[in-house]
């Protein structure tokens, strides 16, 4: 995050965080990781491994290790330059921590208990709900206004969170003044909707069981061409867009996203043509559009030492920027500096 830029060519500050579960799915991509590149152009962007947050769930410590480094590498090969953005991982920066804390004192009870991931995850975890699980909405506060964003990035699931951390800004500010900036959230222009390849009139979801109804961003060639092969349509055999045709509507989607093409062209390119030649040809598009991404993350992965300076590098410029914001909070709540 760059300092001291002319008041006039100054940026928005657009600030997003993901925690390492899994890999992005290409409905993730087309949804939202493919516009994170052209957004570092448009505003001065933070994105960060949310790693502190994952440990509400009980993870095996070399597995959470190696998926943090993953997330890394992979927001690294979708794009987002370290040189151009800031990106680090949660934990590295020790204000996230702190100023949770002093945020946790300054959120109510019921606040955190009418939160419905709260009370989702209680009932996926009912033998581990914990204090964390509870707070972690002023933990997340923490993240967000420490950077003192003008805009985050927020899905529907998170709408309730960045509520909750405009009324901690306003209860905060009220009390000490205009501490923290209002984060406004970012709703980007409505993505193609990507549906399972199985069931298509369900979401694609890297929680679906069924290993087929899902292409990983990281999937190999051939695995993505044999899922697309597999990928459920209907009794008809003309490529057509419309009503009753969920499985070729999906496809055709994914083809249009790729290929630019509207619906229209793509059913003059498919006249009297097979779905399996359709299937051929949207397996292609992803796979030539994915290819570079999973090739950059493996060298990305192998290259350990670049991997390391860049998030120590990017650790380092956050707590810059992060320990302003706690040092101010701190004079203003009454701690000793």
């Known amino acids: 995050m760059s300092d001291g830029a002319n008041v006039n060519e100054k940026k928005k500050v657009l600030l997003s965080g993901i925690q390492p ?41 070399a597995t959470l290790r190696k998926h943090c480094k993953e997330a890394y590498a992979l927001l690294l090969a979708c794009g987002i330059d370290p040189e151009k953005s800031l990106a680090f991982i949660q934990s590295h920066v020790h ?21 419905t991931q709260f ?25 967000i206004l420490l950077y003192q964003p003008d805009y ?39 993505g193609a909707k990507i549906m399972s390849l ?12 069924n290993p087929n109804a899902t292409i990983s961003i990281l999937d190999t060639p051939d695995v993505i061409m044999a899922k697309f092969k597999r990928a459920v349509t ?6 057509q867009y419309k009503e009753g045709k969920d499985g070729i509507n999906n496809l055709m989607t994914i083809y249009s996203v790729f290929t630019g093409q509207t619906y229209e062209q793509i059913e003059a390119e498919f006249a009297g043509k ?10 292609t598009v992803v796979v030539d559009s994915l290819t570079p991404i999973r090739e950059e993350f493996d060298r990305l992965m192998k290259d350990k030492s670049y991997l390391e300076s860049c998030y120590k590098k990017g650790a380092e ?13 701190k004079k203003k709540v009454g701690l000793i500096i």
């Open 21 to 61: 579960t899994g890999t992005f799915t290409l409905g993730n991509y087309i949804g939202a990781v493919r516009n994170w590149e052209k957004l570092q152009d448009e505003y001065e962007c933070a994105y960060f491994i949310a790693d502190l947050h994952s440990l509400t769930v009980r993870q095996e410590p």
């Open 95 to 115: 204000a996230h921590a702190e100023l949770g804390w002093i945020l946790s004192c300054y959120t109510q009870f019921g606040e955190l208990s009418r939160m």
């Open 119 to 143: 009370k989702d995850k209680s009932a996926q975890h009912a033998d581990n709900v914990n204090a964390g699980l509870f707070d972690y909405p002023a933990l997340m506060a923490a993240d």
């Open 152 to 190: 985050v990035p927020t899905g529907a699931d998170q709408k309730q969170h960045i509520e909750l951390t405009r009324t901690i800004v306003n209860r905060f500010n009220n009390l000490y003044g205009e501490v923290f900036k209002m984060p406004e959230p970012y709703i980007p222009e409505a």
């Open 198 to 209: 199985q069931e298509p009139t369900r979401k694609m979801s890297k929680s679906d069981e």
């Open 234 to 239: 209907d009794s008809e055999t003309v490529v």
């Open 274 to 283: 097979g779905y399996g030649d359709f299937k051929k040809a949207v397996g």
């Open 317 to 329: 410029t956050a707590s810059y920027v992060a320990g302003k914001t706690l040092t101010k909070v």
